[in-house]
């Protein structure tokens, strides 16, 4: 709930948000109404998941291992999960499977593409079970709102893009996603550091 407030969204109100956050090892997609959440759900497909299938699709096209590292960083920097205007390339070092020795191969994003479009589209499949289980009138106001999505995971280029044409709502990235919950955490922070000082009177 923390990064709620982090990500600026008011949910005191009696109105639908659907959040999508998107972290390391967990997606959290949840519908919030009066500061409960209505409907939500939980997976175990987030950016671990992502740079396991950049290890995997390296591993299967190149016949190279890389290291998770490697991944993220290809994920980072020319990841994407939907077309991009203009396809761009990263050199990554790894080993060749065949020869036992370090090699270097360059990586396109329309590779990163196929890698990356699998796990993504799960993360599509439970925000569309997520909406399809939320009453008809918070559909009203998230369709109205459109959805928000936070955490780092979010921030892979294109999701939010994907994740519109296969719902139809507007997607928002929240500012700051990556430190989002550290706002949302922080805040709460201020609260105890009060709470603290009145102790130590
Ligand atoms: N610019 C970026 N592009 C793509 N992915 C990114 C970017 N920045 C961070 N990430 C990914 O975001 C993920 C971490 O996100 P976040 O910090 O929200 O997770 P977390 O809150 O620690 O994890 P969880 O919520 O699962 O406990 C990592 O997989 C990281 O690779
Ligand atoms: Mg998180």
């Known amino acids: 709930m923390q990064q709620l407030y982090g990500a600026g969204i008011d949910i005191s109100k009696p109105q639908g948000n659907m959040v999508v956050d998107i972290g390391g090892g967990t997606t959290d997609v ?5 500061g409960g959440s209505v409907v939500s759900t939980s997976l175990k497909v987030a950016g671990d998941k992502f740079d396991e299938a950049v290890v995997k699709y390296i591993k299967r096209k190149h016949n190279v291992i890389i290291g998770e590292r490697t991944a993220e960083d290809l994920k980072i920097n020319i990841g994407c999960v939907y077309p991009k205007i203009q396809d761009v390339e990263m050199d990554i070092r790894g080993r060749d499977l065949g020869t036992g020795l370090p090699k270097t191969i360059t990586i396109h994003s329309s590779e990163m593409l196929e890698a990356l479009i699998e796990p993504a589209m799960m993360v599509v499949d439970a925000v569309h079970s997520v909406l399809e289980k939320t009453p ?7 369709s109205n709102k459109g959805i928000y999505m936070t955490g780092g995971g979010s921030l892979v280029d294109g999701l939010d893009k994907l994740l519109q044409e296969k719902t139809g709502i507007n997607v928002m990235i929240a500012n700051d996603a990556v430190s989002c919950v550290a706002l949302g955490t922080g805040k709460a922070l201020d609260n105890l550091d009060v709470l603290d000082k009145r102790k130590r009177k």
């Open 136 to 142: 008809p009138e918070l559909i009203a106001d998230i």
């Open 30 to 34: 949840a519908v919030i109404s009066l």
